[in-house]
Nanobody, 120 residues
Framework: VQLQASGGGSVQPGGSLRLSCTGSGITLSYFTIGWFRQAPGKEREEISCISTSDDKRHFADSVKGRFTVSSDNAKNTVYLQMNDLRPEDTGVYYC??????????????WGQGTLVTVSS
């Protein structure tokens, strides 16, 4: 069982990217999927999650209003749409399965992250 984040790249400030989280050996629609970011020199932080228990999307204040999350059950994929990107959004992005707001140690099935670089 593994989740794999993809879709990262380099973009100028104000640009957009869409990240994908694809499940292998797991049906994502049955679980809460979280998005995490690890900025250079900083700890990894939860920035968004899509909750199966209440069908809600949760966002960290730092990305609220700029990032959205959606899912495509047929593709077993969760997306993180990132708009109005800022240099401080630079980092490695990961997805994992768990519960919104839980400690990072309680999230499972981490895969390799995808690097997002926002720079002019």
């Amino acid at each position: 069982v593994q989740l794999q984040a993809s879709g990262g790249g380099s973009v100028q400030p104000g640009g957009s990217l869409r990240l994908s989280c694809t499940g292998s050996g797991i049906t994502l629609s049955y679980f809460t999927i979280g998005w995490f970011r690890q900025a250079p020199g900083k700890e990894r932080e939860e920035i968004s999650c899509i909750s199966t228990s209440d069908d809600k999307r949760h966002f960290a204040d730092s990305v609220k209003g700029r990032f959205t999350v959606s899912s495509d059950n047929a593709k077993n994929t969760v997306y993180l749409q990132m708009n109005d990107l800022r240099p401080e959004d630079t980092g490695v992005y990961y997805c994992a399965e768990g519960f919104c707001g839980d400690d990072e140690s309680d999230w499972d099935h981490w895969g390799q992250g995808t690097l997002v670089t926002v720079s002019s």
